[in-house]
């Protein structure tokens, strides 16, 4: 498989804050490519830099072997996007919103009526054609903006957190319209907040914190790397859950994250066999668990490792105000 | 070139569709202006009757009671007969007559260019004594007679017939409103909608497309004075509709108001184009591009003639793209002619603007988010 997009030593800082940090990144023909991160990590800056809609600060991009600083206009014919927001025109009809997409990729004519009813179809918005798309529902204005992005059927396809936002049918429904494209050989790259989605859908994922990225691989390659063991999971009561965690520490040189009134630890291979140890010494401490347990690591886990933050956690510390890309509310 | 062009008529269209989609919002916001300016403005002077005036007949001749006796059976006037021209004058500053009229003994004496008549009125009121002076001197013409305007108060100024020939303040502010209106009608047009793109995120959906940036700019223009253009036409049938305002060339006049709306709306919307480029939020595009407007509006003679404004403002005035639009809208509309010479500069001076306008504001166009 040849690379259909490399990045060489991508850097994007606004201002002082540097948002895409040395990024080198080689993104193969015909994968589904998951970049995974907290709001704020970068995923988002390295989706407009692909595209042009950012100039890199320094470092290069080659798509399909053209340099984005100079055949940007050859390459934006071979890339659709879909961005975070939905993108289309809410006084416009569903059919019009297509036709101009497909106009400005200068597709005329039949070919666009052919393509505009396509893409309809695709949608399953036939019925809703003639009708403007400010009336239509979350889902369905983001169905019309995945297939009008798609109208000049691009080999590649960029989707901004194309689910953010949708109630699980809708998002359902998108994940498979995505793979369905994937499998009529379109390279698609998306970014995305949800752990089971980039589990679900990609067959590789690029986890992103601070913009850098901080691991690349499949989905089991990923969750191979946390341990070939299992994941220590303590649920106590609020007041305990310091004193248990210092005492994994102490007794047992865990290093455990607490969230919520959740303790959650890796266990490397070597130490499984200490589960009993810990669940006998929590007896004998006398703290109030409300549940212990192990299981088989899952992405969430990966991420907890590379970051110390879950996926969650970063969200919410997004939501707090204390936002890693200052910037970003400017734009 | 040709794909350019038909990139730009892509974006053109788009925004045709959503300008159609909110059609009626539109038309009533530009008959707003057209008709709140017309009612509360367009009255000032345009039918005054009995005018307070006094006549110092200095002359004793048949030719000057014929004068007077004229003057009286006028409708618009109120005459009173005085003795001394200092009688006169005190009245005036008084202010119990508007004008004072002083027939000089040597009335009417047409082989000479002296004059024989002096027309004082008072400054504070000189704007709505158009018609009443008109009148005056019309029929003291009649008589072959020369006639001096001076104004009263301190200093004297000589003022030349204001609002055009025959016609009342209606029809000389119609020209500007229309003017204005047009102009308004561009800010709300292609700068507004670019900032509502970059607020929506709908500007992405351009800037991945392989159209370049002078397509989006120049089919975001065409809309921009398609836009205004119509928010003009708009303001004229009101004004002659509704106002009984009337265009001395016709049809003919109503496609030279509509080619000097055009040149000068393209100018504009480029403009707004412009500061819609580098400021981000709608609040500060709306102040920023009144703060321009407002301006450029009052010194181009939309109220009053550009000869009333102070000395200063006659330069910036003489470069504002509106008074051309102005003055070439109230040639067509109030003296029935437009002069080939006129033309010339109006259309010169509004295109070059209008091409200066577009090329910066295709330079100022940022092509990354």
Known sequence: ?331 | MFQTLQDAFTVYKREMLIFRSNLRTNIIRSLIFPIVFLVFFGNVGSTISHTPIAIANLANNAQAMKFVSTLEAQSALQVEALTTEQQGISMLQSGSIAVLVVITPTFPNPGSSNPTVYIYYSNAEATSLGTSISTIESIAASFGAHFNYQASQEGTVKVSSLYGTTSNYTDFLLGGIIVMVASFGSMFGAGFSLIQDRMFGTIKGFLITPITRSSFVLGKIAYGTTASLLYGLVALVVGVGLFGGSIAMGLTGVIWIMLLTAVLTVGFTAMFLMIASIVPKFEVFAILSQAVVMPLWFLSGAFSPTATLPTWMQPISAIDPMTYATNGVRSVMLTGFYSSNAILTQFSFLGIFALIATILAIKMFKTTI
């Not at chain 1, 490792?305 to 997004?318: F, H, I, P, W, Y």
Request: aromatic residues 4%.
């Open chain 1, 1 to 331: 498989m040849r690379n259909i997009i490399e990045a060489r030593g991508l850097v994007k800082k606004f201002g002082n804050f540097t948002a895409v940090d040395s990024i080198d990144l080689s993104i193969r023909e015909g994968e589904i490519l998951g970049l995974l991160g907290p709001n704020g990590s970068g995923k988002t800056t390295i989706i407009n830099l692909f595209l042009g809609l950012l100039t890199p600060t320094s470092g290069s991009i080659t798509i399909a072997g053209m340099d984005t600083s100079e055949e940007l206009i050859k390459i934006k014919n071979l890339i659709g996007l879909m961005t975070q927001e939905t993108v289309v025109d809410n006084d416009l009809t569903a059919r019009d919103n297509l036709r101009i997409a497909g106009a400005l990729y200068h597709i005329k004519g039949k070919e666009l009526e052919k393509e505009v009813n396509e893409a309809l179809e695709e949608a399953e918005l036939v019925d809703f054609a003639d009708f403007k798309a400010g009336t239509f529902s979350g889902g369905m204005q983001r169905r019309l903006n995945l297939v009008k992005s798609m109208i000049h059927n691009p080999k590649i396809l960029l989707l901004d957190e194309p689910t953010t936002g949708l109630d699980v049918q809708n998002r359902i429904k998108m994940w498979a319209h995505i793979k369905e494209l994937n499998k009529g050989g379109v390279t698609v790259i998306l970014t995305t907040q949800y752990l089971e989605e980039a589990d679900s859908l990609c067959s590789r994922i690029a986890i992103i914190d601070h913009g850098k990225v901080k691991v690349l691989g499949t989905p089991s390659e990923l969750k191979s790397r946390v341990s070939a063991g299992s994941v220590l999971e303590i649920i106590a009561k609020p007041e305990d859950l310091r004193k248990i965690s210092e005492l994994l520490k102490s007794r047992f040189k865990i290093y455990a994250n607490v969230e919520g009134d959740k303790i959650t630890a890796v266990l490397e291979k070597g130490q499984t066999t200490t589960f009993g140890k810990i669940n006998a010494m929590l007896i004998k401490e006398r703290a109030n668990v409300l549940s212990i347990g192990l299981h088989l690591p899952i992405l969430d886990d990966v991420f907890v490792k590379l970051t110390g933050a879950s996926m969650r956690d970063a969200a919410g510390e997004m939501k707090g105000g204390r936002s890693r890309l200052p910037i970003e509310g400017k734009r």
